[in-house]
């Protein structure tokens, strides 16, 4: 028997989610050759109908497969279309260089009888290993999404491999914090090349040596051992930075909307929401660290008291009964509520007010309303929000094309504000390393328009720390 060459030329069988994921899936393997069961064409069939981001990725992949057939004979099929005849720019962008191959006849297969082949996925396994005692010499590899089917195919000794390509990070413990921890001795080192100025009030500092290679536009430097040093990255050319002094949020001289930071990556993340430079800021954190309270207080401080927002804009995904909102009663508004409690909470929060009564209380918050919307996401697509404050709740559950599709919706003087904890994702097939949050956090790390800080600390009260560390 023929070794198979793993580091060789590959054939890859693609099970169905991997094409409803990622519809350049076809052009992403390089110089190897692409294998599509027909189960898997019957599946894309079947799930072409809808308005869904799936819907939408399934038309694509089948208008890929219809430009790769072109004027193809029956027998051009049957020995594969190569990826790179395309009228278009994927294969090319994408360097593909192999072929596609159709299931174009019946195979027989092995599978054991605990295993009959009436499934879908079934199907699929039947099909590698057939294709495996066909090709002896070539390794036949089955690229699925789905975590079962490939514990199934090392089961039945077909080498499986989820689709890497839509990772961001190899590791999730890489993802960029916004933060960087300077070294005991920077001062030492630093303080006689180390330039200092005031404009405006504020202190700058312009810092050179191989250190600022390590440093991205709006990143925070602190030390531990010096709680007054917090500043923010300016500007960075070559190996000299230009850094400016941080606005101190923790103390009672500084409040956005009466709350005040109460750590220092809360500090962090407020003096990104409430500069009028930065036009993108991702938080991340886990429950209870105040990323939305944080970002409501901001978001209503610019918009009801410097008017320098129309209005706040929150919306998410609902994920627990998919994407159609449709089943729920009244207005886009009113359906889209039910999934809007952490906005409610926090609104409370910062509208709470022992003066004025119940009132002053419902004028507050019909105040409030008018320049609070809730929004669908599914509705987003081909608007334009203008002098807007956009918060994406939930981040974490968006694709990297959906998360494209939604902050390009913002237009002149609107600020856009993603929020999520990747530790809790509810979405097929996305991991920590594939979540469209994990994509802009890594993406938007060089602009010198947006920040980015991870939350540490929980703040919500003394049960809800003690519960996320022992349960």
Known sequence: ??????????????????????????FRFKEHDIYLPMVVLEELDRGKKGISEVARNVRQVSRFIDDLMGEASHADIARGLPLDAGHFEGPAAFGASGRLHFQTRSLTGQLPDTLPGTTPDNTILNTALSLQKERPDQCVTLVSKDINLRIKAAVLGIHAEDYYNDQVLDDVNLLYTGTCELPADFWDRHVQT????????????????????????????YRPDDPAFVAVVREIQGDTARVEMARDYTGTRHTVWG???????????????????????????????????????????????????REIIMTRVTVPVGEDIGFLPGTEEEKMTPWMGALMDNLEVLTH?????????????????????????NFM????????????????????KQMKTLIT????????????????????????????LTYVVDRFRPWAHAGHVTLLRGERSRLADYASETL
Request: some cysteine; charged content about 20%; overall charge neutral.
């Open 259 to 309: 709350i005040n930071a109460r750590n220092r990556e809360q500090n962090f993340a407020l003096n990104l929401l409430m500069d009028p430079e930065v036009d993108f800021v991702s938080l991340v954190g886990t429950a209870g660290t105040g990323k939305t309270l944080l970002t409501l207080a901001a978001g209503l401080a610019q918009t009801l008291e410097e008017n320098r927002y």
């Open 353 to 377: 007010s022992e003066s004025g009564g119940d009132w002053g209380r419902a004028a507050t918050n019909e105040l409030l309303m008018n320049r609070v919307k809730i929004r669908s996401m």
């Open 381 to 400: 697509r081909g608007r334009t929000f203008l002098n807007r404050f956009i918060i994406l709740d939930e981040a974490q559950n968006l694709t990297a």
């Open 1 to 26: 028997m023929v070794k198979k060459d793993i580091h060789g030329k590959r054939l890859f069988v693609l099970d169905t989610n991997v094409l409803m994921h990622d519809p350049t899936a076809l």
């Open 194 to 221: 180390m330039d200092s100025w005031q404009e405006e009030g504020r202190t700058f500092y312009r810092i050179s040596g191989p250190i600022t290679e390590q440093w991205h536009p709006n990143q925070f430097l």
């Open 409 to 436: 919706r913002a237009g002149p003087g609107t600020k856009v504000v993603c929020l999520g904890n990747i530790a809790q994702i509810d979405t097929p097939y996305l991991t920590e390393t594939s979540s469209g």
